[in-house]
């Protein structure tokens, strides 16, 4: 492998060793797509491979991150450190936190053995499942054993991120246990765990039952999610949660399952870094006044979009310029 | 412009003529990316540009569709024609809808001067935003005046697809008016509207309130974005809705805003078509065993993401396969 530049070396060097500071710069420089956030990424990715990355998906308002937080106390006590990464633009670890969740959190802010850290949600379409990822591989790479992703599990990107994880526990209150729109939302594929938190409201065994239900309708695999019910603000039932997941990673290792989904999503990540930069090298080598013009006959409707495209696509994409690229934004900005 | 296949000119006549058959098998191309349908969706598009393309985008629960419904009553009552294209899928109008939703929806549903049509939300990143906005071009041609896209707003992939619309309203109820949580939603920034539906609920005011304050926050432009309170379900404050979007369009027009927004979402639309065609070329041309071994080498960490790429970069892109090339899916699935 080239070696990377002295300040990328440094950067790696302090961030394998844990150094707060140094990993909150290294995951800064990811979401900023930094001129030497490639080497920084692809010399920790080579020392990452031992976390086991857990998402936690589901509607707003389900609890996920109350959970989340009991969820890492639990691992803390078992000896375990754990990185959180918040991709729900309406979680409390972004910030929009009600008074309550800041103080139950703040016993986790205050714990070295964990880090908190929240992800833009803004910018361009794809970039956000390849930045989660790569901010996984640094703070695997840290040395964190267990790393919490948490989504918000309605938008189709959403999705995408969520896949980042190992292990995904869908998160669901009592009254959208309504397996039906649970099911089209895409969540009833996803879920390798179900959640029925808040339990302690009225109707918790009915949507327990309901997501039973639908997941009977999903093809047989090698395992059945189990459906369990929680009061994360009480703790209740959370230990269950931590064993379904030691259960289900047990499960994925005894058949392969664990390097099937590892290789899975490096394939997704190799993907969209590849199309990032064909795309860069493809944008910058069109002349600015050529796509003005067939953005103008495209307006006009004098051509449709197809054959615009193909007026554009003249030469070969360079390899050279694609290789060196840094990837430009996929989609302009009202 | 060269001449499509016969057969592709008898669906587009019979699309520009609005046969609901022709028109729900040229949208179907479209979602299944049949081979002609490049073809097609030019054909339509160069007959399209007169349709008002509005958003009804918020929280699931709002009441979005209700609203809609109320809407497309309103419009056909002035004589406009609609379509409604529903990206959301928790939304009635894709077939989870409640009884009474059902009902209410029964008589449009009946009516020949009214298309609904849902769209499915799985499948490759960016590929939902761009079936979207052709589904909206073949209605257009199609003949329908309005047509109004219904998008959950919550996820990322949902704001690009709710970019689709010239007019965006922004759907909250009284309890979701906590101006934060919107704004960190991204919600308040892609607002051109808002409605706190459900307003016979109590705090309608003071969500309203909260908004009109986050509103303030946000960088003024030529366009102060109206706040509307509504009780959908019995009609209540509708009639106000559509004179606020038609009191944007004349802002809109009045200023050049149109043409621009409408421009630079068919520059969104070019480019994602152009990243599609890219990337199918370039899979089309490495060596399946080259991409298993570079893929392995990933898998071992005996090469970083961004090192991975480049080695697959090996050669130009071949322009000619860009330019024939049928679009592959973005990533692979679990």
Redesign the interface.
């Known amino acids: 492998?080239?070696t990377p530049p002295a300040s990328v070396r440094e950067l790696v060097d302090r961030t394998l060793k844990g150094d707060r500071a140094a990993l909150a710069r290294a995951i800064s420089w990811i979401e900023n797509e930094a001129p030497d956030a490639?080497?920084l990424?692809?010399?920790c990715?080579?020392h990452?491979?031992r976390a086991r990355r857990l998402g936690v998906t589901g509607?707003?308002g389900a609890g996920k991150s109350t959970l989340i937080t009991c969820l890492v106390r639990l691992y803390r006590r078992r000896g375990e450190t754990a990185a959180i990464v918040a991709v729900d633009?309406?979680s409390p670890f972004?910030?929009?936190a009600l008074l309550g969740d800041r103080v139950r959190m703040g016993e986790l802010a205050g714990d070295p053995g964990v880090f908190i850290r929240s992800m833009a949600?803004?910018g361009s379409?794809?970039g956000?499942?390849v930045h989660t990822a790569?901010v996984c591989d640094v703070l695997d790479a840290a040395g964190f054993s267990r790393i919490l992703i948490e989504t918000?599990g309605?938008?189709?990107?959403?999705l995408?991120v969520a896949?980042t994880a190992e292990s995904t526990a869908v998160v669901l209150v009592p009254e959208s246990g309504d397996g039906?729109?649970a099911m089209?939302?895409?969540l009833m594929e996803i879920g390798d765990l179900f959640v029925i938190n808040k339990a302690d409201r009225e109707g918790a065994e009915r949507g327990a039952h309901a997501v039973r239900s639908a997941l009977e309708l999903r093809a047989r695999g090698d395992w059945d999610p189990p459906v369990l019910l929680t009061v994360a603000s009480q703790g209740t039932g959370v230990e269950e949660v931590v064993e379904a997941f030691e259960t289900h990673f047990a499960n994925l290792e005894g058949r392969g399952g664990l390097?099937r989904?590892?290789?899975?999503g490096?394939?997704?990540?190799?993907?969209?870094?590849?199309?990032d930069?064909?795309?860069g090298a493809?944008r910058a080598q069109v002349p600015a006044g050529q796509w003005a013009e067939?953005?103008d006959d495209?307006?006009e409707?004098?051509?449709?979009?197809?054959?615009?495209?193909?007026r554009?696509?003249?030469?070969?994409?360079?390899?050279e310029a694609?290789?060196s690229i840094r990837p430009e934004p996929?989609?302009?900005r009202?």
């Open positions: 492998m080239p490639a080497a990424q692809d010399a990715f080579t990452s491979g509607p707003p633009p309406t972004s910030g929009g949600t803004r379409l794809g956000l499942a790569q918000v309605v938008g189709q990107s959403e995408e896949q039906v729109q089209k939302a895409g390097e989904r590892r290789r899975l490096l394939e997704q990540l190799l993907n969209q870094l590849l199309r930069r064909l795309w493809f067939v953005l495209l307006v409707r004098r051509l449709g979009p197809n054959q615009a495209a193909e554009l696509i003249a030469r070969p994409v360079d390899a694609a290789r996929a989609r302009p009202r």
